[in-house]
């Protein structure tokens, strides 16, 4: 016990003194260099904890990331499904108060991002920091906030990222021309009115953070710019648009869906409202837009992505190693592979049923069979994706957690609760 | 179910019209529980198989068996061969992997449950004691205490002890092993157990017992002649609760099992986020069919009857 606590304030002392240090080259604690990373984790199993609810997800990771892992490294791809990441955080959680410390935990790798980051960040469960000290962490524009900054919060290095997604919305090309499709807020709101009972959108709320993001783009519109929202959480900035912002959700309510008496709690609620016809729009946060849905039959195959002219929020999500983990070599070598250009070139493509965005900076790959692959892949994110470059030029980075907490306790007290709205 | 009902209403049926209305009664019920059972089932039958069934489709315009192909049970499209079905199956699929695991953590659970619940309902049915309410108390708690309770610090100790006996060179492995989750499965279910069972010796003869001890049998035979065949309809109500009751934890086989140990459950809730209906009705119909397989081998044995035990007694 004794010595595995010394251990840890090693590893703690190690880990103060990388960051001070630099900010981009890092050491793996407990690891002296790359070579001996790989050489541990052969014959290794890498126990993966991650959300399971998409078979086309669970597929993907056992073919494109199981497969090589065996072949290459020798390491056994062990993927452990859960319906939701907050069970995992609870079981290191666990794990620590009954003292199974040093490498006698049974998670190797989660994929992790925003609040369960926190939670375990905040109660010192991750092993790190490791994510720029990994090969392929030259790939990731780690000068980039919305990499290095997880809802707003510092990634220290203490997780490394997977792919990113994007808030955008998708219509019925069948019922729909493209060019009557709104591309702000305000033409949202001039659609609603012209279209009674055909729009609504994902409450706010725990397990609907999409149905958040939709609202604090509107922040960012009605207050005219993203840039102000960017860092420390500012009450007043918030207290100054968030009046706003409530009246126009309530101005809305009239032409809602329902008349704005109950709004879809989540992703697969929205959805289905929109393949019945109910709605006209849903949400996707996926580079190849409508595609993974329309090939499980979610929605209706004419349906098509397209997104505002500006201030749709994206964001990273990551893969992190907890603190006692028994496989960290495995897992370092995973979070590794998870970044190597051909294999981010399959997960862009909806064929091979991942369909997130990239991890890593697509522009710093200089091997010449690698950036084919990448180019390969631009080529073919299918029929139902928006155009990438406008995606890119609408792209704004999510904000601090805090937001996140007033928007759904406000939303709910004066949107749909009615209450006054504070003079 | 329905024997019974024919039963209970025919001696009370003295003219026609009563008897006409006994039989409204009895078929309007038959219809009330198919409605309440059976359409559900179909509605899974359909899901499962429909493509992009969407409003206003009365029936689905698509048939199609993504689901089951995207479960790993048929060939991808395009595919299909009799080999590669043979290949597709014999790399086990996660959802076989599940239901053998569901059914052998199912079967386990249902064994010592009964071994162990057997001697304590018989003693609670069959004889009055100092502090026996209190016992019976104790023995529900489990069905009134949420599972998340007892749960989330049980899972602690199983890891606390695990450590213990691997320092103590015993690698047991409670936490995170099949084992773990079968020990835990009899919290919920030992109750349902006892109380069924203690139900059926409440109104067991053991004069029957003495009869055969008289005649010159000795107890294993008195057990086996006597007892099991006379308890043989409630050993099987308890067996079935027992087995459903295991079946279908969710909560304690995770946290127990810390996502590891996979079974049929464990699936289910991971699938049931994804949106896409015809798998999580596949995956349900599979959930279903071995507890409706097992009630319908066993259905004859529910009537309650025979020489030692009448009915369920207090249960």
């Given at each position: 016990m004794k010595l595995s606590t010394l251990k840890n304030a090693a590893i703690a002392a190690t880990a103060a003194l990388a960051i001070s240090a630099s900010a981009t080259a890092q050491d793996l604690p407990g690891f002296t260099s790359w070579d001996e990373v790989v050489e541990q984790a052969r014959g290794e199993t890498v126990y993966w904890y991650m959300w399971g609810g998409s078979d086309a997800i669970n597929g993907f990771v056992d073919e494109f990331y199981g497969v090589p892992l065996q072949e290459e490294y020798g390491i056994t791809l062990e993927r452990v499904p859960v319906a939701d990441t907050v069970d995992v955080v609870n079981q290191v959680i666990s794990e620590q108060q009954a003292g199974a410390t040093g490498d006698r935990g049974t998670v190797d790798l989660i994929w992790i991002n925003g609040e369960n980051?926190?939670?375990?960040?905040?109660?010192?469960?991750?092993?790190?920091?490791?994510?720029?000290?990994?090969?392929?962490?030259?790939l990731v524009d780690w000068d980039n906030p919305a990499i290095y900054l997880d809802f707003g919060r510092p990634v220290d290095g203490y997780e490394s990222p997977w792919s990113s997604a994007q808030f955008h919305f998708v219509y019925d090309s069948a019922r729909l021309d493209e060019d009557e499709l709104p591309r702000s807020y305000a033409e949202l709101s001039d659609w609603i009115e012209a279209n009674p009972g055909q729009f609504t959108y994902m409450a706010p709320g725990p397990g609907a953070f999409v149905g958040t993001r939709f609202v604090k783009q509107l922040f960012f519109e009605l207050s005219g710019g993203h840039d102000q929202w960017v860092g420390e959480f500012n009450e007043d900035l918030y207290n100054e648009w968030a009046p706003q912002v409530w009246q126009t959700l309530i101005d809305w309510q009239p032409n809602l869906w329902r008349e704005g008496e109950t709004y879809p709690a989540n992703q697969s609620e929205t959805d289905q409202l929109f393949a019945n016809g109910e709605t006209a729009f849903t949400f996707t946060q996926s580079p190849s837009g409508a595609a993974p849905s329309i090939a499980a039959g979610i929605v209706p195959p004419t349906s098509q992505a397209f997104s505002f002219n500006d201030y749709m929020i994206g964001d990273f999500n990551y893969v992190a190693i907890p603190f006692n983990a028994p496989n960290k070599a495995a897992a370092l070598v995973t979070a590794n592979l998870i970044l190597r250009p051909d294999r981010q070139a399959f997960q862009v493509q909806p064929e091979y049923g991942f369909c997130c965005g990239w991890g890593i900076d697509v522009s710093r790959v200089t091997d010449p069979d690698q950036v084919a692959a990448i180019d390969a892949a631009m080529q073919n994110l299918g029929d139902a994706a928006e155009d990438p470059s406008i995606l890119a030029g609408a792209l704004v980075a999510d904000i601090a957690a805090e937001y996140q907490t007033r928007i759904e306790a406000d939303w709910e007290r004066y949107v749909l609760r009615g209450e006054p709205l504070p003079q | 179910m329905t024997d019974v009902t024919v039963k209970e209403l025919a001696p009370a049926d003295r003219s026609a019209g009563k008897r006409a209305t006994g039989k409204i009664v009895f078929y309007a019920t038959v219809i009330f529980m198919c409605v309440v059972l059976v359409l559900p089932v179909i509605a899974f039958f359909i899901n499962a198989f429909a493509f992009r069934w969407f409003y206003p489709q009365l029936i689905p315009d698509e048939w199609s068996l993504q689901a089951w192909q995207r479960l790993g049970l048929l060939p991808p499209p395009g595919q299909f061969s009799i080999e590669n079905l043979f290949a597709q199956w014999a790399s086990v699929p996660d959802v076989v992997r599940a239901l053998g695991l569901s059914l052998w953590i199912g079967f386990l659970v249902t064994g010592v449950s009964i071994v162990i619940g057997m001697p304590a309902a018989r003693a609670l049915g069959m004889y009055s004691f100092r502090g026996k309410r209190l016992i019976e108390f104790i023995i529900i708690t489990p069905t009134i205490v949420p599972p998340i309770a007892f749960s989330l610090g049980l899972n602690i100790n199983f890891i606390r002890w695990d450590l213990a006996l691997e320092a103590a060179g015993i690698n047991l492995g409670l936490s995170g092993s099949v084992l773990g989750v079968s020990i835990v499965h009899l919290v919920p279910v030992m109750p349902y157990v006892v109380l069924t069972l203690s139900g059926v010796f409440a109104n067991y003869n053991a004069d029957f017992e003495a009869q055969?001890?008289?005649?010159?049998?000795?107890?294993?035979?008195?057990?086996?002649?006597?007892?099991?065949?006379a308890i043989l309809p409630g050993l099987f109500v308890a067996c079935l609760f027992a087995?459903?009751?295991?079946?279908?934890?969710?909560?304690?086989?995770?946290?127990?099992?810390?996502?590891?140990?996979?079974?049929?459950?464990?699936?289910?809730?991971?699938?049931?986020?994804?949106?896409?209906?015809a798998v999580i009705a596949a995956l349900s119909l599979i959930f279903i069919a071995p507890a409706v397989l097992i009630l319908l081998v066993s259905s004859r044995y529910l009537s309650g009857e025979s020489g030692a035990v009448g009915g369920f007694g207090r249960v």
């Open positions: 980051f926190f939670t375990l960040r905040q109660a010192d469960l991750l092993y790190g920091p490791w994510a720029e000290g990994i090969p392929n962490a030259a | 055969a001890r008289t005649l010159g049998a000795g107890p294993f035979r008195t057990f086996w002649h006597v007892t099991f065949p087995f459903l009751v295991s079946w279908s934890q969710y909560l304690l086989t995770f946290l127990i099992g810390q996502g590891r140990v996979i079974t049929l459950p464990i699936l289910l809730f991971s699938a049931a986020g994804s949106g896409n209906n």
